[in-house]
């Protein structure tokens, strides 16, 4: 079993950065593909960023390309969310997940794709 737990959530000004931390328990071994979600109200769940474990490719939505970035401490078994620039259009319930299916697939995931989730974790950006 594989527990994931984000942190790091809270509200900022518009321009602001936050920094979500998704840790992983369990048998992390078997995850391959790591990524972050987000949904806002009245809306649909967009992935906003992938990356594949071990060092491998990061995968953004062309919604946050340039503005986050993801990265991963294999020895915290932590992924990490750098979100700099942040916009109203941002705030949303974020969530990590992750996924056993081979690396080779880390770029074209879908939300069902994905095997464990976390608990999400709010940003709320004012304008």
């Known amino acids: 079993q594989v527990q994931l737990v984000e942190s790091g959530g809270g509200s900022v000004q518009a321009g602001g950065s936050l920094r979500l931390s998704c840790a992983a328990s369990g048998y992390i071994h078997s995850l391959n593909c790591m990524y972050w979600f987000r949904q806002a109200p009245g809306k649909e769940r967009e992935g906003v960023a992938g990356?594949?474990?071990?060092?491998?490719?990061?995968y953004y939505a062309d919604s946050v390309k340039g503005r986050f970035t993801i990265s991963e401490d294999n020895a915290m078994n932590t992924v990490y969310l750098q979100m700099n620039s942040l916009k109203p259009e941002d705030t949303a319930m974020y969530y990590c997940a992750a996924s056993i299916l081979h690396r080779s697939w880390c770029g074209r995931l879908k939300g069902d794709d994905f095997h464990y989730w976390g608990q999400g974790t709010q940003v709320t950006v004012s304008s």
């Open positions: 990356i594949s474990t071990g060092g491998g490719s990061t």
